[in-house]
């Protein structure tokens, strides 16, 4: 599974942005998908996730300002950001786990993690 994000950059303080990720690869379904951020000497944390079947979760962090949705067909997942702040300012990073098929023809789930995209929030 590889997945490659998009959409960062740099906005001021109040501003949106919308990352974008696409999963692809051999596998035969996408379970759920979220966005992780990690900031400068910070550990990397959850900011949202959802599930294949459109259950979302948010930290308390973003909640309210931030909203991911999904489009099960492209295998690819949203993050819309709005009313940023800079302590949201981090690299944003792609995750999803999915059923792959193995040489022996045995289905497993694995995960993967994007590259990761930053997001610059200036005051």
């Known amino acids: 599974v590889q997945l490659q994000a998009s959409g960062g950059g740099l906005v001021q303080a109040g501003g949106s942005l919308t990352l974008s990720c696409i999963a692809s690869g051999s596998f035969s379904i996408v379970h759920n998908m979220a966005w992780y951020r990690q900031a400068p000497g910070k550990q990397r944390e959850l900011a949202a996730s959802i599930s294949r079947h459109g259950l979302s979760l948010y930290s308390e962090y973003v909640k309210g300002r931030f909203t991911i949705s999904r489009d099960n067909a492209k295998n690819s997942v949203h993050l819309q950001m709005n009313n940023l702040r800079p302590e949201d300012t981090a690299v944003y990073f792609c995750?999803?786990?999915?059923?792959?098929?193995?040489?022996?023809?045995?289905?497993?789930?694995?995960?993967?993690w994007g590259k990761g995209t930053q997001v610059t929030v200036s005051s």
């Open positions: 995750w999803a786990d999915a059923d792959v098929t193995d040489y022996g023809g045995d289905v497993k789930n694995v995960d993967a």
